[in-house]
């Protein structure tokens, strides 16, 4: 039995407020965080465009992957700061709405992104002699455009659907975003349906795409084991660790998350886990792939230089 239809005009995000004494310290924390994905993503696309040398594939997905991040934690972390701070916890239905749709669009942009670097690391050693022929500038821009259009029908379908189903009387969110699984737990009666559309997504928009690094990293491997060169081994390993270690992170929870069954959930654990796929891997990347790659590092020596000597040279006309 589904109950009257809903005339929900806001919700409320609990977030972390289970935890009173700790929102100061979750703020300063979250903040911080922020504000270093920002930095760190923004110094990757600005770096990537600035170096010629850094015209390729490999750093063209990468800008991509940055540009990605910047928005889908843009959509998350800024409310949960507010919130964090203020007493009043309520959204919007339309951010709500808007919230959900961006953050669910670019995390499957992210799944098919991830994948298609993967496809690049594949041909890269692979195929090395055909790089430059498969991974032209019209088969990269084309796998980005797939990557960023390849989830929009289906995720704004699972949107349109949660929003327009009836809600019971409660309106509060256990989470510090609107995530399809806190929301499933405020329908009124059976969410099979809006289940087995999950699923689905995810199997679409996730596991295939998991799928295929998969299958990428396997070919990979065989082609690294018939190496006889032990450096040459190194230096292609090296070049797919950093890729590998963000896969792990952001499929790992995620799909902890989103293939547990409705009834399996525990809430609580899952805006825990929700902070390593949305929070963490945005955080990681520009890390690990400026400290793991030599060409972004020589690029951002190369930008400090041009900043300290615009510095000195702004100081030098003053005095």
């Known amino acids: 039995m589904r109950g009257n239809k809903s005339t929900l005009n806001n919700f409320i995000l609990l977030g972390f407020s289970s935890l009173p004494g700790l929102e100061g310290l979750f703020f300063s924390a979250f903040l911080t965080i922020y504000l270093l994905i920002m930095i760190g993503n923004v110094l990757i696309i600005i770096v990537t465009l600035a170096d010629q040398e850094l015209h390729n594939p490999m750093c063209f997905f990468l800008r991509n992957l940055s540009c990605l991040e910047i928005c889908y934690t843009s959509v998350i972390i800024p409310k949960m700061l507010e919130n964090l701070l203020s007493d009043d916890k309520t959204m919007s239905f339309i951010s709500c709405v808007f919230q959900m749709s961006i953050f669910l669009v670019t995390g499957a942009a992210e799944c098919f992104l991830l994948a ?9 050693i692979c195929q090395p002699l055909h790089y430059s022929l498969v991974m032209s500038s019209r088969v990269c821009y084309g796998l980005v455009a797939a990557s960023w259009l390849a989830g929009i029908p289906v995720q704004l379908g699972q949107t349109f659907l949660i929003f327009t189903s009836y809600f019971c009387n409660s309106n509060e969110i256990n989470h510090f975003f609107c995530d399809i699984p806190p929301l499933l737990s405020l329908i009124c009666g059976d969410t099979s349906i809006n289940e087995q559309i999950a699923l689905v997504e995810v199997i679409l928009l996730a596991l295939i795409p998991f799928a295929l690094i998969i299958m990428s990293y396997m070919c990979i491997a065989t082609t690294i084991l018939k190496m006889s060169s032990v450096e040459g081994r190194r230096k292609a390993f090296s070049t797919c660790s950093s890729h590998l270690m ?17 009834s399996s959930h525990s809430l609580d654990t899952d805006k ?6 949305t929070v963490l891997p945005a955080l990681l990347n520009p890390l690990i792939y400026s400290l793991r790659n030599r060409e972004v590092r020589v690029a951002l020596g190369k930008l400090y230089l041009c900043i300290l000597h615009s510095h000195e040279t702004n100081e030098h006309n003053k005095n």
Not at 116 to 124: E, I
Not at 251 to 258: E, L, R
């Open 116 to 124: 298609a670097m993967a496809y690049d690391r594949y041909v890269a």
């Open 246 to 262: 963000v896969v792990v992170v952001f499929y790992g929870t995620g799909i902890t998350v989103y293939l547990t069954p409705n």
């Open 272 to 277: 825990f886990l929700s902070l390593f796929y």
